[in-house]
């Protein structure tokens, strides 16, 4: 049986992966990295991990297989899957596996399961970078890549105590295999809740899985890779909390809601600007997808633990309903009956308040900060709502919102601001984006704390 | 020469005249009554001074007289009056006394003097009994009154501290004198502000005057009362910052701002419901009083430190524009410039802020509590306003709203909440009237405080 201690090193790394590096894994990301107008292109792609492409499959390891689960819906794996795609090889045995990962073995209870919804492009890949981030001492490292080298295409991100993996790998069929359903990636249909649930299972368990691979690029099911357990393993894509099933295994979720008016924002600040569309071809693009989308991803906000939602500006709307957003309204929903959670608060816990910091004490720039908090009933739930406004300029404003936040879960005072500078240049940086990001961080290091009893 | 240390005791006195018995003062004092629906009938009347009616004029004693000033727009003074006021008495050289008052003298640098402007029917009077029960220990004692048992008519309210005084004592001629000038009460010309100057600054200077009283029951001008300087003295009526040389002498200022909707709906209730007015008689009648109100009274807001600005709730707007008003919202508007002063401030000081306290901490009945903090500028001032809408329904509110403002002059935690415990039952004593009104008596105390040196 083969031995997971005695993984061989390949290839040069860079001895400090960065913040940069993790962008530049985004690109590949495709399941989360639109719409944010920040890309960049893979100047260090070279120094990723090549593998031996096949590799004798151990017994441990758990595989894809088409298991169906009683009183799951479940689509037709059409013919193409089998001839076209890696999960093929899945079957007969086959993975890619990451020879430079030395990570040490991980207890079972020592682990968390964290599910993050959204669309894709809607900044998920910034938010990872923000998560992982905040698990300090790490040096993230990609788990394979490697693309056009030798390695593979992969959706994960692995640092030093996380794994981040993008839902959009357990589609069941690929981009020619959905032209034969009819259907979109969004259907309950054409995504593989069984094999999810078993492979999250198995990873909450201390098994290390051969996780499939969907490939962004050419929309094929490409050869599985291995995952091992992780300390802080986070599943991300349009549904992590579909299937009940799956959803009970995570110890926390966040549902990432961008309003209908600011996808429309970023997909004509992509689409129009950068690849020439007509603003009709943009409307009919979106429309086409709504249905699915309300279907199947959106009621996921009601079972979210938390969910952020990004909207327009009120204190600087935008001109006119085609106008370009520069400013955002974030709002933090936190529910309030979630196990190892406290609701961050503003100034006075379960009252409601509006803040603008901005004053006699704080010069800001236009348009100014106004923070918000209060209770509301969302979704069925009771919930407490964290809301930001505009941006914050500097450190010097960061630490002033910093002391009238209330379990934040930093550490010490100042460490939320540093959190956000750490971001300041990343899409969303100065406005509640980055700001609601990195709270949700700190709060799942918390989270992991408290449920682990370990130390992040 | 006479002494005035030798005042007489004269009838039987309370031994601690309480609130409800200046309760009953403030019956009589017309300029200040209307629209509270809250009026006590003279069940104590019997126990107030009675006095001579008609004593020599000490030569030291300032009498009213007919100075022009230079550059002062003053009306004629209609025959009328000489004939049948008191003023013509006091011309005379008499004076109506308050024997029982034995008020120890007073440093005149241990003084301080306070206008208070505001319409009539403003709720002043309940205004006025707040301020003077700030004044702890003090046996508030009317000066003079007795109205049909030998005494005068009298607009002046007189505690150990504290003297309130009337300006519409300071009307030049009487209602008849009105009807043959043609002119309304609310006329600069129609005030006697050389006098009101002269007076006021004799005060200032630790002289006693002989003040004329305009008798609003009849409409005359009566014999005038003594008055000594006192602690805090406080001038209240149309016009204490309309004359500079008046508003110069003024340690600190407060305009009562009744919005019209607030008026309509107060004049509604007393005159409809308890005269028996048709609307349109109401509108005719504030449209005639509007043209002076808004060229004579209206502009000394510029002017005020500090102005209570009364208007419709938000939190439960009335339903139309006749309905009775069962919700307010108050602003206390503050300069931020004036001496011995620092605004009260919600939460942090010169930022925007609006607090619903109500919530998980504090359960509130309809319509709740919304207070908000921040700065504007106000008829070319910069300022800083505290506002609150909606109502207070019990003490552990007071207190919870009481932890977040800061610079309340409150002198310990819990005073006032205390101090609105007290004025609990008065107009207006769960809603902004009561809880700007008492913060405006706290800070005067504060201020008085500061510029005298002195312990209140």
């Given at each position: 049986?083969?031995r997971y201690d005695q993984l061989i090193h390949e290839g040069p790394r860079q001895s400090s992966p960065s913040l940069l590096q993790l962008a530049s894994v985004s690109a590949t990301v495709f399941c989360a990295v639109f719409g944010i107008g920040y890309t960049f292109s893979g100047g260090l792609v070279e120094n990723y991990a090549t593998t031996r492409p096949v590799q004798t499959q151990p017994a441990a390891l758990i595989l894809p297989k088409a298991v169906r689960y009683a009183g799951v819906s479940q689509g037709p794996?059409?013919?193409?899957?089998?001839?076209?795609?890696?999960?093929?090889?899945?079957?007969?045995?086959?993975?890619?596996?990451?020879?430079?990962?030395?990570?040490?073995?991980?207890?079972?209870?020592?682990?968390?399961?964290?599910?993050?919804?959204?669309?894709?492009?809607?900044?998920?890949?910034?938010?990872?970078?923000?998560?992982?981030?905040?698990?300090?001492?790490?040096?993230?490292?990609?788990?394979?890549?490697?693309?056009?080298?030798?390695?593979?295409?992969?959706?994960?991100?692995?640092?030093?105590?996380?794994?981040?993996?993008?839902?959009?790998?357990?589609?069941?069929?690929?981009?020619?295999?959905?032209?034969?359903?009819?259907?979109?990636?969004?259907?309950?249909?054409?995504?593989?809740?069984?094999?999810?649930?078993?492979?999250?299972?198995?990873?909450?368990?201390?098994?290390?899985?051969?996780?499939?691979?969907?490939?962004?690029?050419?929309?094929?099911?490409?050869?599985?890779?291995?995952?091992?357990?992780?300390?802080?393993?986070?599943?991300?894509?349009?549904?992590?909390?579909?299937?009940?099933?799956?959803?009970?295994?995570?110890?926390?979720?966040?549902?990432?809601?961008?309003?209908?008016?600011?996808?429309?924002?970023?997909?004509?600040?992509?689409?129009?600007?950068?690849?020439?569309?007509?603003?009709?071809?943009?409307?009919?693009?979106?429309?086409?997808?709504?249905?699915?989308?309300?279907?199947?991803?959106?009621?996921?906000?009601?079972?979210?633990?938390?969910?952020?939602?990004?909207?327009?500006?009120?204190?600087?709307?935008?001109?006119?309903?085609?106008?370009?957003?520069?400013?955002?309204?974030?709002?933090?929903?936190?529910?309030?009956?979630?196990?190892?959670?406290?609701?961050?608060?503003?100034?006075?816990?379960?009252?409601?308040?509006?803040?603008?910091?901005?004053?006699?004490?704080?010069?800001?720039?236009?348009?100014?900060?106004?923070?918000?908090?209060?209770?509301?009933?969302?979704?069925?739930?009771?919930?407490?709502?964290?809301?930001?406004?505009?941006?914050?300029?500097?450190?010097?404003?960061?630490?002033?919102?910093?002391?009238?936040?209330?379990?934040?879960?930093?550490?010490?005072?100042?460490?939320?601001?540093?959190?956000?500078?750490?971001?300041?240049?990343?899409?969303?940086?100065?406005?509640?984006?980055?700001?609601?990001?990195?709270?949700?961080?700190?709060?799942?290091?918390?989270?992991?704390?408290?449920?682990?009893?370990?130390?992040?």
């Amino acid at each position: 049986m083969m031995r997971y201690d005695q993984l061989i090193h390949e290839g040069p790394r860079q001895s400090s992966p960065s913040l940069l590096q993790l962008a530049s894994v985004s690109a590949t990301v495709f399941c989360a990295v639109f719409g944010i107008g920040y890309t960049f292109s893979g100047g260090l792609v070279e120094n990723y991990a090549t593998t031996r492409p096949v590799q004798t499959q151990p017994a441990a390891l758990i595989l894809p297989k088409a298991v169906r689960y009683a009183g799951v819906s479940q689509g037709p794996q059409v013919e193409s899957r089998e001839a076209r795609t890696a999960l093929h090889a899945a079957a007969t045995g086959t993975v890619n596996r990451d020879s430079t990962l030395q990570r040490p073995k991980v207890d079972p209870k020592k682990t968390v399961l964290i599910g993050v919804a959204a669309d894709s492009g809607c900044g998920k890949s910034t938010f990872m970078r923000r998560l992982t981030g905040i698990f300090g001492g790490g040096k993230p490292t990609p788990l394979g890549g490697g693309f056009g080298t030798g390695g593979w295409e992969t959706n994960t991100l692995v640092s030093d105590k996380t794994t981040v993996m993008c839902l959009d790998d357990y589609h069941l069929n690929d981009r020619a295999g959905r032209k034969v359903t009819g259907l979109t990636a969004l259907d309950q249909r054409e995504n593989n809740f069984d094999l999810m649930f078993e492979q999250m299972s198995s990873l909450k368990r201390g098994e290390t899985i051969a996780k499939p691979i969907y490939n962004h690029v050419n929309g094929t099911l490409d050869t599985p890779e291995e995952i091992a357990p992780a300390s802080i393993m986070i599943i991300e894509g349009l549904h992590p909390l579909l299937d009940d099933r799956v959803a009970g295994l995570l110890d926390f979720s966040i549902y990432l809601d961008i309003s209908d008016r600011v996808k429309f924002a970023w997909k004509i600040q992509r689409d129009m600007a950068e690849r020439g569309w007509a603003l009709e071809d943009i409307k009919k693009d979106i429309e086409k997808r709504k249905p699915d989308f309300d279907k199947y991803v959106a009621p996921q906000r009601a079972k979210a633990d938390m969910v952020i939602e990004v909207l327009p500006s009120r204190l600087a709307p935008p001109k006119d309903e085609t106008a370009p957003l520069e400013y955002l309204r974030v709002r933090l929903i936190q529910k309030t009956t979630t196990k190892h959670f406290d609701p961050v608060y503003l100034i006075e816990k379960g009252s409601s308040v509006t803040w603008k910091p901005c004053g006699d004490n704080l010069q800001c720039e236009y348009p100014g900060l106004q923070l918000a908090y209060y209770t509301e009933e969302y979704m069925g739930h009771p919930a407490e709502v964290l809301e930001m406004d505009g941006v914050i300029h500097n450190l010097k404003e960061g630490l002033y919102v910093e002391k009238f936040l209330h379990n934040t879960g930093a550490k010490e005072f100042g460490e939320l601001t540093q959190e956000l500078l750490k971001g300041q240049n990343s899409p969303g940086g100065d406005n509640g984006t980055g700001f609601m990001q990195t709270l949700a961080a700190l709060k799942i290091r918390e989270i992991y704390e408290r449920a682990t009893g370990e130390k992040a």
